[in-house]
């Protein structure tokens, strides 16, 4: 969270909000209709294929309580990261019975095809747009790469506190360790743990959810890319800048940070909008355009996904 503000704090340090306001003022609405249809297909290719993954695992849960648990996931992220993958697998299991470790190797798999295609994202448009990229690396990530690497090599206090605080922990959870470690040894833990896992060689039809990966992609693509015809001044950006937004944009939104990674994807948005040519005013105001309608599509509909689970009896033990 201190990271978060403190990079929101870094981009918008030197805004002119009046400006800012004016811009977003201006706004047009209707592609915002269309940057929601985006999202919700995107959203929608996302759970037919988690869906496709668990009845690969031998399961077959309602596909409305798939995607309630998906959403409940994106609204537990934004406050707690990385919880949000514990929280849908909860829910699975509440409401469809569905193994809470099969869950949750079904859940890594999704992660680890979700690397692999925004790495294969990342190497194309460094292809196609490396001086752009290259100047954005160089004036912004090497140099705080640089200060982190010499803060970590030349500093031997940071190894000393984090062996000493790892060693507090195990001595004060030791007995919670043994615990898992003998949960672990459990052949039913490791069989359903290893049942979600292996759900991907087991797909009945593997080239669509090949297929609802691209769209999830697109989708992605296309809730950038539309925002940038909210605004006229953004709207003469080509698909090279939706590309590129959509390659850093998708790093920044994997960075641990409330808020659907607040600050850091209004930073790497804006500084990169500047490369091609759009004034600081614009390429904070379309940050905040794209940011600000998935963070409220996640919490309202993941919100209201919320409150059904809690006030609905559980439908399997």
């Not at 592609?31 to 959203?43: E, F, Q």
């Not at 470790?101 to 196609?128: H, K, P």
């Not at 691209?214 to 090279?240: A, D, H």
């Amino acid at each position: 969270m201190a990271l978060g503000i403190f990079l929101f704090y870094k981009t918008f340090q030197n805004s002119d909000f009046g400006s800012i306001f004016q811009k977003l003022q201006s706004v047009n609405y209707w592609w915002l209709l269309a940057v929601l249809a985006s999202t919700i297909v995107g959203h929608w290719a996302r759970n037919e294929r988690w869906h496709m993954l668990l009845k690969a695992s031998e399961q077959n849960p309602n596909r409305w309580q798939v995607f309630s648990a998906m959403m409940i996931g994106y609204f537990v992220n934004l406050g707690i990261p990385r919880l949000g993958e514990i929280s849908r697998s909860v829910v699975i299991k509440k409401k469809e019975g569905v193994p809470f470790n099969t869950t949750i190797g079904t859940v890594i798999i999704e992660r680890v095809v979700d690397i692999i295609s925004l790495l294969l994202v990342v190497i194309t448009v460094a292809f196609f747009e490396y001086e752009k990229i290259k100047t954005f690396l160089i004036q912004h990530i090497f140099p705080i790469l640089s200060k982190l690497g010499n803060l970590i090599l030349n500093k031997a206090l940071f190894s000393i506190i984090g062996i000493t605080l790892l060693l507090i922990i195990t001595f004060v959870f030791r007995q919670k360790l043994i615990e898992v470690l003998k949960k672990l040894t459990q052949i039913s833990f490791i069989a359903n743990f290893k049942n979600g896992l292996l759900s991907i060689f087991r797909l009945q039809h593997t080239s669509l959810f090949f297929l609802y990966t691209i769209i999830i992609w697109i989708g992605y693509f296309l809730t950038s890319y539309l925002c940038f015809f909210t605004l006229t001044e953004s709207s003469t950006l080509g698909l090279e800048a939706g590309f590129v937004v959509l390659a850093f944009g998708s790093i920044s939104r994997s960075l641990p940070i409330q808020g659907g990674s607040m600050g850091a994807y209004h930073f790497t948005v804006t500084q990169i909008l500047l490369l091609f040519g759009i004034s600081q005013v614009t390429g904070e105001s379309i940050a905040i355009i794209i940011h600000s309608t998935q963070l409220l599509f996640q919490a309202i509909v993941g919100g209201v996904c919320c409150i059904i689970f809690f006030f609905t009896p559980n439908y399997k033990k």
